[in-house]
């Protein structure tokens, strides 16, 4: 008979959609046992850290309120910070809430180890947070905005007020390997698969992003990012050798190991 596994109920930052179009945003999940970590390192995995997020989620998430079938497609329609959030949960669960780091300064090049608590360290953002509830006028995770110069068609029309919706682990996995070749190129794609309209256009593809003027476009991009949501894994460091402060980012592969290099 398997043991039965500890597990831990939290709230979502966003939330997931039921059939019935209600919101659930208590997840319950459990801790990883050795099967799950053969299955997130299995190499038709592992080159993709989106997709190794994908397959641990649809093990360990056991239920997202009333919904308890877990699936790939689930996971994947998730948004990113739901995403994350359950990640940060199952480390916890199975390895513990403290994180040592082997960092290097930037500055002095000195080594030091780092000790991070996801309990106490690592702040979550919520979308109530960023969005009142009284200001609300449309799905979670869905934002409007205004381009600061907008689009120019080919009929001479200038496209600027639309919808964006948050990245979800879709876009994750379609923009993971893409980011390591061209990350200009990612941001692209990231915008386009992240604008759900812009005017009157019929379809908002990587051509329109290519076109816009990078003010538009770093506009988009701190639309995106001055509503992020979910855990925050950037910390700031201070060297104990020269005082120096920089900034390192909790990746992937270091939720599962004990004690790391960054």
């Not at 459990?30 to 993709?48: L, R």
């Not at 989106?50 to 079938?69: C, H, M, Q």
């Not at 000790?115 to 009142?132: A, N, Q, R």
């Not at 200038?158 to 061209?182: C, F, S, W, Y």
Request: glycine content about 6%; overall charge negative.
């Amino acid at each position: 008979m398997a043991r039965k596994l500890n597990t831990e109920i939290f709230e979502l930052p966003i939330g997931v959609l039921d059939r019935d179009g209600n919101l659930q945003t208590l997840c319950e999940v459990s801790e990883m046992i050795g099967a799950d970590e053969e299955a997130i390192t299995d190499k038709k995995v592992a080159t993709n850290p989106a997709v190794v997020i994908t397959t641990l989620l649809s093990r360990k998430i056991v239920r997202i309120g009333d919904i308890e079938k877990i699936t790939p497609a689930l996971v994947k329609n998730m948004f990113t910070a739901d995403r994350d959030a359950c990640l940060m949960a199952i480390r916890k669960l199975s390895l513990g809430n403290e994180m040592k780091f082997n960092t290097q300064c930037r500055s002095c090049n000195e080594k030091a180890e780092v000790v991070i608590d996801l309990e106490s360290d690592i702040p979550t953002t919520y979308w109530k947070d960023v969005v009142p509830e009284e200001e609300q006028d449309g799905d979670v995770g869905y934002l409007n905005f205004e381009l600061p110069n907008g689009f120019e068609d080919n009929d001479g029309e200038v496209h600027k007020v639309g919808v964006i919706k948050l990245p979800t682990g879709d876009v994750e996995e379609r923009l993971a390997v893409m980011l390591r070749q061209n990350p200009g190129k990612a941001n692209t794609a990231l915008m386009s698969a992240c604008i759900q309209s812009l005017g009157e256009l019929k379809v908002v593809d990587t051509r329109v992003l290519r076109e816009m003027t990078r003010r538009d476009r770093e506009y988009l991009t701190s639309v995106m990012g001055d509503n992020k949501c979910g855990p925050d894994f950037v910390r700031e460091i201070e060297c104990p050798f020269c005082g120096n402060n920089y900034k390192i980012s909790l990746e992937l592969p270091y939720f599962f190991t004990a004690n790391s290099d960054l």
